[in-house]
């Protein structure tokens, strides 16, 4: 098993899909305020061929089974991008690809020249939260226009 990081392409958006409907309710993240109902989550590769934004996701053995990007914050300023949609399914949990995923994000936000990286999470997502943690992110108020509010996690990190 040798996870491949690549683009997202159109054919992995149902996948993409899949995941991020199968993942959110593990930790309560249904319903009104949650990122599971953004029009994106059906046109992922669409809505990551933006300018400034960039989604990857996490291949094995030909089965897409996590991915993350990162994009422009939703009514924030030009110098702060925000990482969505970050997520795996169990068997990818816990092999540090979470972290390597995360270095290449903040790499291609610096390179779209952001200087402010934002994040929005969830009570539980424990392991994520301590990710972020040891990559330098600190606890932050509620930002930009994301339609997140069922998130009650605010991250951000300087670049």
């Known amino acids: ?3 491949v990081l690549r683009p997202i392409i159109p054919a992995d958006d149902p996948h993409v899909a899949r995941i ?3 993942v959110m309710p593990q930790f309560g993240a249904v319903g009104p305020g949650f990122a599971i109902n953004d029009p994106e989550v059906d046109a992922m590769y669409a809505e990551y061929t933006k300018p400034r934004s960039r989604y ?3 291949e094995v053995d030909g ?3 996590g991915g993350g990007g ?10 702060t991008c925000e990482l969505k949609k970050m ?3 169990p068997d990818l949990r816990g092999q540090g690809i979470g972290e390597r995923l995360l270095r290449m994000l903040l790499d291609d936000a610096r390179a779209f020249g952001f200087t402010t990286m ?3 999470t969830l009570t539980g997502m424990d392991a994520a939260k301590k990710l972020y943690a040891k990559m330098g992110f600190t606890s932050t108020c509620r930002a930009g226009a994301t339609g997140h509010h069922g998130c009650d996690s605010f991250f951000s990190r300087a670049l």
């Open 1 to 3: 098993m040798t996870p």
């Open 20 to 22: 991020i409907r199968t």
């Open 56 to 58: 990857y996701v996490v």
């Open 63 to 65: 089965a897409v089974l």
């Open 70 to 79: 990162v994009a422009p914050l939703a009514g924030g300023d030009a110098g």
């Open 87 to 89: 997520y795996f399914l």
């Open 118 to 120: 934002y994040l929005e």
